[in-house]
Structure formats: C-alpha cells, structure tokens
C-alpha cells in the first residue's frame, strides 16, 4: 500500500507545531479534511512558508505518518492575497473556514464545498476596498450569502418562505414599517406571530426588510440592495441582522461557536455609523 497520496485542497487554519513546523487544517476534494504537518514552513525562505497561508490552495503530496500525515511537495494553484490586505474581508474568510470545518467530513470526497468555499472566497476578494460610505456592508452581504449556501450544502438551511410550524406562506410586507415575523433556530427557521400561544418562548425577530434579504439568499447571485426593498440606508443595515440571525442558526445547529464572528462585530462596532435595528431575542 502506498505510503503517500496526493490531494488539491485549500487552507483553513494554521497553527505553530514545534520549533519550526506548521499543522494546518485543509479541506481537500478527494479525502475532505485533513490536518497535516508542514515541516520547517516557519524557517526563514521555507518553501512550504508561503503555501501554507490562509486560503491558499495547492497540490499536495503527502506522508502517511503514524500519528499526522506530512506534506513533502506543495504547488500553489491559486490563492487569495487581497483578503489578507483587508482586515473586513479576511475575517469574512476566517469566519467562513469555521463553518466549513464544522460542517465538512473527513475521509470523504468534498468536492461540491470545495467549490462553493473557492467561488465565495472568489467574490469577496473582488469586493473594492472596505473603506467609507456602505462598502463594508457588502462584504456583510456576500459573508450571509456565503453561510446560507453552506448551511443548504449541509442540508440544514433555515425555513425562511413560510412558517416552520403552520407551513402557510409567508409574504413580507415592506410597505408596513413594523410588519415583523418570528425566527426559530430550534424549530428550523421562520414564525408567523400569530397563534403565539403554539409558538416558541425564545425567538427573533425579522421586519419585512431582512426576511426579503433572508429568502433572496438560496439565488446564485446576491440580493440587489435597491430602495424598493426599503430606503437604502436601511437596506444596507439590514445585513447586519440577517448576518447575526444566520450566524445564531448556525451556532446552534452545529452547537459550536463562530469565533471570527466577534471581529466581525468589533469591526462594525467602530464604524461612525448610526445604530441599526437589530434583531433581538
């Protein structure tokens, strides 16, 4: 049996092991997740230095090892380098890698979420430069994007076009400023605030605005954020409770926590901006 395989994969996480070497977390097409040393990557002028950053993907050949597998070659076929120059984006990436690392198999082909992970990767490195006026925001619109095609990867995408528990329509009314519907992560997704008495004690909650943004996300492109779905300042705030909403949804369905999410929040927290509604328990 051959002591080394070969596999295509992309960068999720990197950590220090030892004096010199690296162990990285890679979601690969072939075999899924893999953690795998990366012997001398932190020695000065290492060849393995560069191709074992974030979100760099390469062609590996690697060790068999008895505890942890060894990379021994690593060609770079692509990598992401405008999401390391801005702070918005890169931990848009991070926050990405976690989910697909609580979500992704092992010893499994991944191919499909190697895809989808690369084409998100893709769109947020094109986004101009998170400086002044909403640019910020859009990288907040491709990130709730991102994790809702990820959550319908793992076949766990919330219920956002009718109620979870009447299974009746649901059709947001932009026209009534405090239209508002329930959102249940235990019971998969929206409820109508109606009949509360069968409802859950614990819910969010949407205005018309951010359930039109939450069931435009299963498209391929990104919602258009124009003032027909409200005024446009609005819109753009929006994305920060469909954001925290899904990432709410997400925690609780893979019962772990999204730490890159708190840099997401310090970021928008520093922003001179006026204060958004927000979802709220």
Known sequence: ???????????????????????LTILTR??????VVAPGARKHLSKLG???????????????????DKITEAETLESYPALSTDLLKLSAGQYLAEVVIYHALSEHPQEEIFYLLSEHLKRLEQLPKTSGDHRPYLVLAHLAQAVFHLLANAGIAPQVKACCITKSPLEPDLRQPNWRVGFCPSSGGTIK????????????????????L???????????????????ESSYLSWLSVERILRHYTQYHFGRIIRSAALIDNYFDSLPTSEPHAATV
């Open 1 to 23: 049996m051959s002591r080394t395989y070969k596999a295509t994969g992309i960068n999720l996480k990197s950590m220090p092991l030892g004096e010199y070497d690296r162990l």
């Open 30 to 35: 072939e075999f899924g997740l893999i953690r």
């Open 50 to 68: 560069g191709r074992s950053g974030l979100f760099v993907v390469n062609e590996y050949l690697v060790a068999k090892g008895r505890s942890l």
């Open 193 to 212: 605030k109606e009949g509360e008495a069968s409802s859950p004690v614990s819910q969010l909650q949407l205005n018309a605005t951010e359930l039109t």
């Open 214 to 232: 939450l069931q435009q996300l299963a498209s391929r492109s990104l919602p258009q954020l124009q003032p027909n779905l409200s005024q446009q």
